[in-house]
């Protein structure tokens, strides 16, 4: 009892006392959670995957109408549940498509967070630090950046498509760590050739000119974010030069593979990080809005699912097809559930206590549903998660040192996941 | 309160000391550098005589010399702190610096070549105090502080159909008329009605449905007070308990920003709508949705319910029940009688100038915007033992924005006038909360002054280009739509719906099937059929779409109409006042319509768009803007699309530089454009070296580009 009771910083182990320990302290969290010994014996068959392929679902995404429906039950509202290709995991009806995919995915349907506001929740998903007024800390692209290194030399290590998350930034680690931010996947990485009509030489004189002009500012003042410029412009160049550009040109793609995914962004940004992961990029983040459903819950989630629906079918199918789904692990998340209750606006408010997330490839076990809440969806039941131990399990299937500690300019000791604990047993 | 005595008493040893005479004298003022004399003895009389202008306009009041005053205390008060933690002041900036400075600052873009000329040219030891007033007044500034605050309120512009903006356009206004602070925070916190009504409604719509988000919030922006964590058990890292937080968020729980259209307009009234609680309870999709799109202008506003605040069920602490009503009450400070109006009494307990936590922010904030750092960082995470980094200033300031009534613009101009503003940006990085102001913190262009500042260089009269979008001109426009909507019978918008839905109906119904098959297609790799049902499907969407757009057309015809045919000629004079890029006779003719400053576009701008790349706020938490280096803005500034206005032969700057005779001369008009000085004798040599072989257009062009792509540039000293 003590040992987890340790791995809790200061907010959660009060939560954790006074909230939630009563319904199962001491029963099924201890075996599934492992303790640092045993998880240092277990890395010796890991790590499987190489790259990562997150999915954010911003806003808050339901888990009582996506992952842990309730069918039949007052909680449901109008939502069936489905069976899928994975035995005795029913998902809601809104994913026909990967309810067929079902045996390449662990659900997990007890994960639990402290935050239960849209800029803490998901900086706390993204980063497994509590969002402070005095430090930002990095998202998990740069912290694979800079525990691990890059694998691609010109390529950017990590990618986030479609708006930036917060705590999905470099932190406190240099600026060189920081993932490239990709707005529309269809545009491509814009500005990334020479303006037309501009000669490699006249464009190299025009830089020299610049540099030469800026020498004395830059002597003058000696600033981090003055330098921070300059490195930008060193990966700049190199990524002008880059080979491997065409990873980023989704016009390479055929046709029918661009409306499997879907034509929508977010589709486009699945098949975006595809390409990407298959040049060696090895974070890719694609983010998916609007699940936000405080009014009109049902419509709105059922709209959303069908664009997630088709475009992480297609992902799980395409990146099997190709042989890719062994080394690049797919993550779902998002910053909480919503509430069982349904309000007067027919909506469901923010719900971090319980809440459902997936994982797939990078030798994770499918086929499972990995922890459960009660019937109504309000209380985890067995094998709680908590949002460091989800990110733990992460930095576990990416070989990631969970204890190595990197120190922010301020001399403050940080690590991947904060004191998260590794699920090992969705790993098979 | 006891700081505040202190600092009172050592404004009184001041005003001894130093007569308002002297204290003018004192300003800095410096020759001309020897680089620049040889431009001015070419200005143009135009130059001198917008000086003599200027100094016509802004007489010496009494007013200026009470602030004048001010401004010294707050310097004295700042050297006081250089001598108690041994800081050597930044030397004063030269007037190149000075200049770029206060435009950047007060207006939000670099000057103009002229405007930089006439400054440089004028004489007159108040030059940099007069132009500190005009630029203050211009309306330059509303555009640079409206970007300000728009990232503070979290301001979008695309909310709740056209609420949003209209609630972005009222913010520009009271910006413009210098409505005082107070003022502004109480009627953001009391407005009522429809957005016609009232755009300040806007603050509570931006939140619709997030009313507890909306409190805290609240709390954080005008209180510099953080109760978010409080939201679902007590604070970890402060005093306040769960209950705090539900005991402040009674006072606006009543408000409620969504209206159930459906009652406004009677269609609850219909018999077989009555029984239904919800809408999906044996209720046709379609129907509901295409109800809601016609009846949208009508759905959001703010008005008061009795709605209570309950604590949560699971509440877990011994001071209160879970689930037991929550009276509102005051965290610190007065308490408010619970007899009167909730949202007035909370509003005047926030805005007190007795609650010293709503004049701390304020003042913190706006020495924060013009210096850099706050004497309280961060601005907005005060707690009981939060002390300034020189607490005497910071109580000084306190005491004079509330002498101020709260005038931001003169409170502002107060700090632009001091020594310790106009003395140059330190040169090593600062860690600002432990900072004590030898001079202003370096900063890179905030994205918007970063845009504005390229449009300076190309588009003229650049604060005067207005966007498309005039939501105050439209908001009596909004009012008649919804005038038009309800005069309309219920079964007459029920028709209406129906015809949509019957569209969506027969799509659905067609789709379901086809896509089904699809993925059992999909997935036996028989890529043929998949082809072919995927290729029916996107013809289905298509003649939907069409279907779609015939339906919505006529009945779009109904509403548009409506305010046509009350006052045909309204439309006619909205369109001659809005300039249009088409119209050869605008200054504006040939430029994109959205080069326009980064206040007429949309708040936030699109996703992508140079704005976002260069760190604009997206408006989803309080400041998040960032000025962060990224590599996609370095490859725009390397390849975009912005040199295609900026070097094109209608570009501001190329139009005048074609006009120059010699290469030096152009070089020189460049160098000013851009960086607000002339080349060094060192800059010149490399110049006349690398250009050599150039055409004038081509040496143009690589002047340009190089010098966008310096931080000298990009940073502002």
Known sequence: ?428 | MHRTQQAQRSVAVFTKADTIQTLLKSSDHRALTEDLQPMFSKSSTLCRRWFIWLSCMIPLTPVMANDALVSQNIDQFVEQGYREHKIQPNPPSSDEVFLRRIYLDVVGRIPTHDEATSFYAAEGPNKRSQLIQHLLSSEGHVSHFFNYWADVLRVKSDIRGEAGGAYAAWLKKVIGENRPYNKIVSELLTAQGYVWDNPAVGYFIRDSGMPLDNMSNTTQIFLGTQLVCAQCHNHPFDEWTQLDYYKMAAYTYGVETRIDPDSVVGLDKLEDRKKRRRSYEGMDRHLREAVNDILEPLSYGVHESERHLHLPEDYQYDDAAPGEEVRPDTIFGKRVASTRNMREAYADWMTSPSNDRFTRVIANRLWKKVMGAGLIEPVDDLKDGTEASNPELMAYLESQIVAFNYDMRRFLSVLYQTRTYQREATVVDVDPSDYHFPGPVLRRMTAEQLWDSMLTVAIPDVDKRKGTSQYLDRISEMKERATYLLALEPKEILDQAERIAAVEREFDMFASGLRSNLATARENGNSELAKTLSEQLREGEQKKREALKVVNEAIALQYKGAPMKTDPSMMKEKDSATPSKDEADSPWAGFPKDWVRASELESPAPAGHFLRQFGQSDRETIENASTEPSVDQVLTLLNGKIYDELISDNSLLMKAVEMLENDSDKQDYIFLTLLSRSPTNRERELLRESMKEKSSKDMAESLVWALFNTREFAFVQ
């Not at chain 1, 814009?190 to 030489?201: Q, T, Y």
């Not at chain 1, 809440?355 to 094998?383: H, K, P, W």
């Not at chain 1, 998660?385 to 040192?401: C, E, Q």
């Open chain 1, 1 to 428: 009892m003590k040992t987890i009771l340790n791995r809790a910083d200061e907010l959660s182990r009060r939560s954790f006392l006074t909230s939630t320990a009563k319904t199962f302290l001491g029963v099924s969290l201890i075996p599934s959670l492992a303790p640092p010994q045993l998880f240092a014996q277990a890395t010796s068959g890991r790590p499987k995957a190489k790259k990562i392929i997150y999915l954010y679902m911003s806003g808050g995404m339901s888990h009582l109408d996506t992952f842990d429906p309730k069918p039949g039950s007052e909680v449901a509202g109008p939502v069936e549940g489905i069976p899928t290709n994975a035995d005795g995991v029913v998902i809601s009806e809104y994913f026909p498509f990967l309810a067929r995919q079902m045996d390449k995915v662990a659900l997990i349907r007890s994960v639990s967070s402290t935050q239960g506001a849209h800029e803490e929740g998901t900086y706390y998903m993204h980063s497994s630090y509590i969002m402070r007024g005095t430090i930002t800390h990095p998202g998990m692209g740069a912290w694979l950046h800079r525990l691990d290194g890059r694998t691609n030399r010109t390529l950017p290590t990590s990618v986030v498509i479609g708006g930036s998350s917060n705590g999905s930034g470099a932190g406190f680690l240099e600026s060189k760590y920081s993932p490239l931010f990709v707005r529309d996947p269809n545009d491509g990485l814009k500005n990334s050739r020479r303006r037309k009509g501009l000669s490699e030489e006249e464009f190299n004189q025009r830089l020299n000119l610049a540099s030469e002009f800026d020498r004395s500012f830059q002597e003058k003042y000696d600033h981090k974010k003055v330098r921070a410029y300059r490195d930008m412009y060193d990966d700049a160049l190199r990524l002008m030069k880059s080979e491997d550009l065409k990873a980023f040109d989704l016009n390479d793609e055929p046709q029918p593979i661009r409306q499997e995914y879907g034509t929508n962004s977010f589709g486009s940004g699945c098949l975006l990080a595809r390409r990407l992961i298959e040049h060696d990029v090895r974070f890719v983040e694609v983010t998916l809005g609007g699940w936000d459903t405080h009014t009109d819950n049902f419509n709105s989630v059922a709209q959303r699912a069908g664009v997630l629906d088709q475009a992480l079918s297609s992902l799980l199918n395409d990146l099997n097809r190709r042989g890719l789904l062994d080394e690049t692990l797919v993550v779902l998340s998002t910053e909480f559930g919503r509430t069982p209750n349904i309000n007067d606006d027919e909506g469901r408010d923010h719900f971090p206590k319980a809440f459902s997330c997936l994982m797939a490839g990078g030798g994770i076990r499918g086929g499972q549903a990995y922890g459960s809440t009660d019937e109504t969806g309000s209380n985890v039941m067995e094998n709680k998660v908590m949002v460091p131990d989800f990110n733990a399990t992460i930095a576990y299937a990416l070989g990631l040192p969970l204890e190595e500690t990197v120190y922010s300019p301020s001399k403050r000791p940080f690590t991947v996941a904060d004191k998260g604990r590794p699920v090992t047993s969705l790993f098979s």
